[in-house]
């Protein structure tokens, strides 16, 4: 048998487990397919911003603020909360606003681009811990606003949030409610796990061919040496921007599929914390590496979520002190020390091509004309 | 008038404390070129000592400022210790490793620290005790409180002594070698370890004072509290210049002001649109304009490439 024979049985093999996951997983209760579901939402954020920081080499610290756009305009988009608040607009939407899915997914990434190409634009000549800072801010300000918003415009509702946001139909296919096919019982959140690995798997090829364009040799170039990159013709601010608005778009359409999926949004789920988290998913997984990041986003997302269901007696033992949540954020805090420590690069690390490895037959004898 | 000269008076004390804790993270990155995310933590376990200390403290009957001064004492050692340990444990092993490795260390350790706290002291915001009978003076109109007073000598007299122990001692002279370039110092006969972990032991000792004052002056201590001021301190140090001593008290007390005015005339400069509740954005927009107008900062140097 050979190589490719090899390879596309791999592919089969990963496609069938792929797509039995969740049926398998029902079984044991919808929780643990939301899981999966919530952990594929981290992927695709960490696959956003693997572009502006793994490829590009731009520390952002604000990424979450994109995802909250996103979110945020499904629920306008797809809530009662418009025309409840404006009698104008009730009347020209009698039925109140169903925008769909084939609208809003592109609507929510060309408005988060828009807004990363905004932010990145005052930002370009700042670099590395600088840009973390300020990109930081820019998040916290969104946030700030989204949570103040509520007057004297009511646009977001304030901490409240907006809720009964529209579940996604594609084609009478409604994922809100759960389905039945061929006598096997689909719930809704099974539906939602195909639809976000259908749309995790164009992100990756997306990123996939980005890397191996020359889009993104150029980022890569601005990432080791933005001086040389720029001798080399390499229109540096072009770049960068469309660094930031790459990496915001899947931040938004992220944020579209969680506003839905989850029927609500606030805007406590867009904390500092969760920048924080999807940073870390980038790094411990093995930063600018698409394999190592999808499995950072789904090491961060998906275990302490498990741990969830065994802290119970954990819990009972230390007198409520250490409840799931907290248990989570320990372990989070733990692993990211740890694993930062042990292995600096990440898990699964870019391997190291064109460096030659000490002792390999074509390693350059001992360098001349320095000191002879 | 009066509001002008209270929000002044407000400002001070609130950029007391950004200064103290922004000479924390200037020094640290001036030597080793690390955001201590960590140190805003270091300054809510501060706090949160002394509010165990003097809590348990209330029933001997001593005097207030005795308990004050104990309990400001327990945390100085307390924070020193921890900052030492956590530069040992999640920096330096990570002195060499790419510059995003002790980044998220640090961010993992100011989770962690949060965390632990929450675990220690419960997650709900605790009364801080009334240790000195706060009696208030009038100036021109406005209030001014004796902790307040308080705080913004002890502020004068502690940056006067880090000036002069950085400027004039063997320390602040080895310390500034460091910063300079730790080879060559180390070849000098400076230890350059033994300078960063005192540098980060000053620095805790700075941001406890300044966690202490926090309580003291807002009156509640939690285990987020120390998160934001952290943040807006840093805010500071960029705004004064990183890696400069002078800049980190001028940028603290620049931002106590701007946001204290800020939060006193939003209301009126916006014709009642936006409150009070924007307070904390003033931060982020400064240091927006400040990195994209000015990165050096006001009294930075510009220096060729920090990348």
Same mark, same amino acid.
């Given at each position: 048998?050979?190589?490719?024979?090899?390879?596309?049985?791999?592919?089969?093999?990963?496609?069938?487990?792929?797509? %039995?996951?969740?049926?398998?997983?029902?079984?044991?209760?919808?929780?643990?397919?939301?899981?999966?579901?919530?952990?594929?939402?981290?992927?695709?954020?960490?696959?956003?911003?693997?572009?502006?920081?793994?490829?590009?080499?731009?520390?952002?610290?604000?990424?979450?603020?994109?995802?909250?756009?996103?979110?945020?305009?499904?629920?306008?988009?797809?809530?009662?909360?418009?025309?409840?608040?404006?009698?104008?607009?009730?009347?020209?939407?009698?039925?109140?606003?169903?925008?769909?899915?084939?609208?809003?997914?592109?609507?929510?990434?060309?408005?988060?681009?828009?807004?990363?190409?905004?932010?990145?634009?005052?930002?370009?000549?700042?670099?590395?811990?600088?840009?973390?800072?300020?990109?930081?801010? !820019?998040?916290?300000?969104?946030?700030?606003?989204?949570?103040?918003?509520?007057?004297?415009?009511?646009?977001?509702?304030?901490?409240?949030?907006?809720?009964?946001?529209?579940?996604?139909?594609?084609?009478?296919?409604? !994922?809100?409610?759960?389905?039945?096919?061929?006598?096997?019982?689909?719930?809704?959140?099974?539906?939602?796990?195909?639809? !976000?690995?259908?749309?995790? %798997?164009?992100?990756?090829?997306?990123?996939?061919?980005?890397?191996?364009?020359? %889009?993104?040799?150029?980022?890569?170039?601005?990432?080791?040496?933005?001086?040389?990159?720029?001798?080399?013709?390499?229109?540096?601010?072009?770049?960068?921007?469309?660094?930031?608005?790459?990496?915001?778009?899947?931040?938004?359409?992220?944020?579209?599929?969680?506003?839905?999926?989850?029927?609500?949004?606030?805007?406590?789920?867009?904390?500092?914390?969760?920048?924080?988290?999807?940073?870390?998913?980038?790094?411990?997984?093995?930063?600018?590496?698409?394999?190592?990041?999808?499995?950072?986003?789904?090491?961060?997302?998906?275990?302490?979520?498990?741990?969830?269901?065994?802290?119970?007696?954990?819990?009972?033992?230390?007198?409520?002190?250490?409840?799931?949540?907290?248990?989570?954020?320990?372990?989070?805090?733990?692993?990211?020390?740890?694993?930062?420590?042990?292995?600096?690069?990440?898990?699964?690390?870019?391997?190291?091509?064109?460096?030659?490895?000490?002792?390999?037959?074509?390693?350059?004898?001992?360098?001349?004309?320095?000191?002879? | 008038?009066?509001?002008?000269?209270?929000?002044?008076?407000?400002?001070?004390?609130?950029?007391?404390?950004?200064?103290?804790?922004?000479?924390?993270?200037?020094?640290?990155?001036?030597?080793?070129?690390?955001?201590?995310?960590?140190?805003?933590?270091?300054?809510?376990?501060?706090?949160?000592?002394?509010?165990?200390?003097?809590?348990?403290?209330?029933?001997?009957?001593?005097?207030?400022?005795?308990?004050?001064?104990?309990?400001?004492?327990?945390?100085?050692?307390?924070?020193?210790?921890?900052?030492?340990?956590?530069?040992?444990?999640?920096?330096?092993?990570?002195?060499?490793?790419?510059?995003?490795?002790?980044?998220?260390?640090?961010?993992?350790?100011?989770?962690?620290?949060?965390?632990?706290?929450?675990?220690?002291?419960?997650?709900?915001?605790?009364?801080?005790?009334?240790?000195?009978?706060?009696?208030?003076?009038?100036?021109?109109?406005?209030?001014?409180?004796?902790?307040?007073?308080?705080?913004?000598?002890?502020?004068?007299?502690?940056?006067?002594?880090?000036?002069?122990?950085?400027?004039?001692?063997?320390?602040?002279?080895?310390?500034?070698?460091?910063?300079?370039?730790?080879?060559?110092?180390?070849?000098?006969?400076?230890?350059?370890?033994?300078?960063?972990?005192?540098?980060?032991?000053?620095?805790?000792?700075?941001?406890?004072?300044?966690?202490?004052?926090?309580?003291?002056?807002?009156?509640?201590?939690?285990?987020?509290?120390?998160?934001?001021?952290?943040?807006?301190?840093?805010?500071?140090?960029?705004?004064?210049?990183?890696?400069?001593?002078?800049?980190?008290?001028?940028?603290?007390?620049?931002?106590?002001?701007?946001?204290?005015?800020?939060?006193?005339?939003?209301?009126?400069?916006?014709?009642?649109?936006?409150?009070?509740?924007?307070?904390?954005?003033?931060?982020?927009?400064?240091?927006?304009?400040?990195?994209?107008?000015?990165?050096?900062?006001?009294?930075?140097?510009?220096?060729?490439?920090?990348?």
């Amino acid at each position: 048998m050979n190589l490719r024979d090899n390879k596309l049985i791999t592919f089969i093999i990963a496609g069938v487990l792929l797509l %039995i996951t969740p049926l398998i997983a029902q079984q044991f209760g919808n929780a643990w397919v939301r899981i999966i579901d919530i952990a594929l939402l981290y992927v695709l954020l960490a696959l956003g911003l693997n572009i502006v920081v793994g490829y590009a080499g731009l520390l952002d610290l604000g990424y979450v603020a994109f995802y909250a756009v996103g979110a945020y305009m499904m629920g306008l988009l797809a809530s009662p909360h418009l025309s409840q608040t404006f009698p104008g607009f009730a009347a020209t939407f009698p039925n109140g606003l169903h925008t769909p899915l084939w609208l809003v997914i592109p609507l929510g990434a060309l408005l988060a681009g828009v807004f990363g190409v905004a932010l990145g634009a005052p930002t370009l000549k700042l670099r590395g811990d600088y840009l973390a800072i300020v990109t930081l801010g !820019f998040g916290e300000i969104i946030r700030v606003f989204l949570t103040n918003l509520d007057a004297p415009v009511n646009v977001t509702n304030g901490p409240k949030g907006l809720s009964q946001i529209d579940s996604f139909k594609v084609l009478g296919y409604d !994922f809100g409610k759960p389905h039945s096919l061929f006598g096997l019982e689909i719930p809704s959140v099974t539906g939602y796990y195909y639809l !976000f690995l259908a749309l995790v %798997i164009v992100s990756v090829i997306i990123c996939h061919r980005l890397e191996q364009s020359r %889009i993104g040799r150029a980022w890569m170039a601005i990432r080791e040496d933005e001086v040389a990159a720029k001798a080399m013709g390499i229109n540096t601010r072009n770049m960068k921007l469309l660094a930031f608005g790459m990496g915001a778009t899947f931040g938004g359409v992220s944020g579209v599929l969680f506003a839905s999926f989850q029927g609500f949004v606030s805007p406590e789920s867009f904390s500092l914390h969760e920048s924080v988290m999807i940073v870390a998913m980038v790094v411990l997984g093995g930063i600018g590496h698409i394999p190592g990041v999808i499995l950072g986003a789904l090491l961060l997302a998906a275990l302490p979520e498990v741990l969830r269901h065994v802290a119970g007696p954990l819990q009972n033992m230390t007198d409520g002190r250490l409840d799931s949540a907290i248990l989570r954020q320990l372990l989070i805090a733990f692993a990211m020390i740890a694993i930062m420590l042990s292995r600096p690069r990440g898990l699964w690390p870019v391997p190291e091509h064109g460096r030659i490895r000490p002792g390999s037959p074509d390693q350059d004898p001992a360098p001349k004309g320095t000191l002879s | 008038m009066d509001i002008f000269i209270q929000q002044i008076i407000n400002g001070l004390v609130l950029g007391s404390v950004y200064a103290l804790v922004a000479l924390g993270y200037t020094m640290v990155y001036g030597i080793i070129n690390l955001i201590n995310f960590a140190h805003g933590e270091v300054l809510m376990v501060g706090a949160l000592t002394s509010w165990t200390v003097a809590t348990s403290m209330m029933g001997l009957g001593w005097p207030g400022w005795v308990v004050l001064f104990i309990s400001l004492l327990a945390a100085i050692v307390v924070c020193s210790v921890l900052n030492f340990s956590i530069e040992k444990v999640a920096y330096r092993p990570l002195r060499t490793a790419p510059r995003l490795a002790p980044l998220i260390t640090a961010m993992g350790m100011s989770l962690l620290l949060q965390t632990l706290a929450m675990i220690i002291w419960k997650p709900n915001p605790k009364p801080y005790p009334i240790l000195i009978p706060s009696e208030p003076y009038e100036i021109a109109g406005a209030v001014i409180n004796t902790i307040q007073i308080i705080i913004l000598v002890t502020t004068a007299v502690t940056l006067a002594g880090l000036m002069y122990l950085v400027n004039h001692t063997k320390l602040g002279r080895a310390m500034r070698a460091t910063a300079e370039n730790p080879k060559v110092a180390g070849l000098m006969g400076v230890r350059p370890d033994m300078v960063i972990s005192a540098t980060f032991i000053i620095g805790a000792a700075l941001a406890a004072l300044a966690g202490v004052m926090y309580a003291a002056n807002y009156g509640s201590v939690q285990h987020s509290m120390g998160f934001l001021p952290g943040l807006k301190a840093f805010t500071a140090a960029v705004f004064g210049g990183i890696g400069n001593l002078a800049g980190a008290m001028v940028g603290g007390v620049l931002l106590g002001l701007i946001e204290a005015m800020g939060a006193g005339y939003i209301g009126d400069l916006t014709g009642g649109i936006l409150g009070s509740h924007y307070q904390d954005i003033f931060a982020f927009i400064v240091l927006i304009l400040v990195l994209t107008l000015r990165p050096q900062g006001l009294l930075g140097e510009r220096v060729a490439d920090r990348a």
